[in-house]
């Protein structure tokens, strides 16, 4: 999957709550992209495959609303078995913004909204919106990252945030739009923790170039190696 993103990151910090009944929105919009492998020719397939590979996404951001992400982790299987694998029945209505075949896979942006309602009543069901533990001095930061070259950049942006930083409590992405991704961090600690990291990352094909960090801001560029002379 190509795609792009780049990130003029803004921050802003807000404390985790937790929605209420009374706060809940009927659904949740948002822009997603899905993917499916082109398997012998197959496109119609591999086009039906990226839809549904989107609805799932978009319902797994929608999740976060309710439990932090290790709570996905930790009850993969069963969630898979319960909502994941009767997907549109939380799909209110979805809309395919732009779709782009490769040589081995299909790719959509798609516009979801999602029944938040159904989605609380389903967890509450299975049990996992009762001593869900988030923590409160838990932060959400919102990072909005642009004009990254390559898809698999921000693949492995997000996998470094989800994998190395143990002050990182969960990962999502927010939307999608062309040449933009809105991301949602939770972490323990301050923003410092995650601008030092930052800077300090090596990646393979590329490097960060951080050009202004505030208390709730910070502006980064994803440069390519093989063009920074370094």
Do not use: C
Not at 9 to 30: D, F, R, Y
Not at 139 to 159: A, G
Not at 170 to 197: C, K, Y
């Amino acid at each position: 999957m190509k795609g792009v993103v780049t990130i003029v990151g803004l921050l802003i910090l807000t404390v985790i709550m937790p929605l209420s009944a009374a706060e809940l929105p009927p659904v949740k919009e948002l822009m997603v992209v899905g993917s499916g492998e082109i398997l012998e020719g197959d496109v119609g397939k591999a086009r039906q495959d990226a839809i549904l590979n989107g609805l799932k996404e978009a319902v797994r951001i929608s999740l976060l609303e309710f439990i932090p992400s290790f709570m996905l982790e930790e009850n993969a299987i069963a969630l898979d078995m319960e909502i994941f694998r009767r997907v549109t029945q939380y799909v209110q209505t979805f809309k395919i913004l732009s779709e782009t075949g490769k040589a081995e896979e299909h790719e959509v942006l798609l516009q979801v909204q999602i029944d938040l309602h159904k989605l609380r009543d389903s967890l509450s069901a299975m049990g996992l919106l009762e001593g869900k533990g988030v923590q409160e001095e838990a932060l959400r930061i919102r990072m909005i990252l642009t004009e990254v070259s390559r898809y698999p950049w921000y693949r492995e942006f997000e996998d470094f945030l989800r994998e190395d930083l143990d002050f990182i409590k969960g990962v999502r992405l927010r939307s999608v739009m062309t040449g933009e991704f809105t991301m949602d961090i939770e972490l323990v600690g301050d923003i410092q923790s995650l601008l030092d990291a930052l800077a300090t990352k090596e990646f393979e094909g590329f490097f960060l170039e951080i050009n202004q960090a505030l208390e709730d801001q910070v502006m980064v560029l994803f440069r390519p190696r093989e063009t920074s002379g370094s």
